[in-house]
């Protein structure tokens, strides 16, 4: 009985680790997804209602998305105290503070931190230009990370329960 408990204890923790892998690739595609919307948003508040970047800041960081809400909250508590620094740096900041943290790697960090260059500072159509721009590069990681997904994840989970089985084996 008690090698029974064994047996299942070690495959389910093998098959919890390559499952929680697969996790981690999945919430980088989602959070790669709210950014891109979140950058969406911005785009058409700018061009369409001329919302001033710092308002636009200010509904994203009431977001019901989780990471949304948290990179823009953060930027949205810099905004307003006033401590004479740029909205440029305010921006990257927030971005590299809880980057990481909501689930974006560096060349993603790095991509909406370059974006931080046109924010705020030229007219409409050179921020929807940057913003285009910025959406394409994410774009493109989006595209990675979901292939990413697909073959890295399915590998994780399925070695995690083989090592599984075969310490199970090795232990008999």
């Known amino acids: 009985m008690l090698k029974m408990i064994g047996i299942v204890l070690i495959i389910g923790s093998f098959t919890g680790i390559g499952v929680s892998q697969r996790q981690q690739f999945r919430g980088h595609v989602v959070v790669l997804g709210d950014m891109l919307s979140a950058l969406d948003i911005i785009s058409s508040e700018l ?47 927030a971005f590299r503070d809880c980057g990481q943290e909501i689930g974006l790697d560096a060349e993603d960090i790095g991509i909406l931190c370059d974006l931080s260059e046109f924010i705020g500072k030229y007219d409409a159509q050179a921020q929807q230009k940057s913003i285009d721009y910025a959406k394409s590069r994410l774009s493109r990681q989006l595209e990675i990370a979901s292939a990413e997904m697909k073959s890295k994840g399915t590998v994780y989970r399925t070695c995690c329960v083989a090592a599984g089985i075969l310490l199970v084996l090795v232990l008999i």
């Open 47 to 93: 061009s369409f209602h001329l919302t001033s970047i710092p308002d636009i800041v200010g509904k994203l960081a009431q977001d019901k998305r989780h990471a949304v809400a948290k990179v823009f909250s953060n930027m949205h508590e810099m905004i307003q105290k006033d401590d004479n620094l740029s909205l440029a740096f305010k921006w990257m900041k």
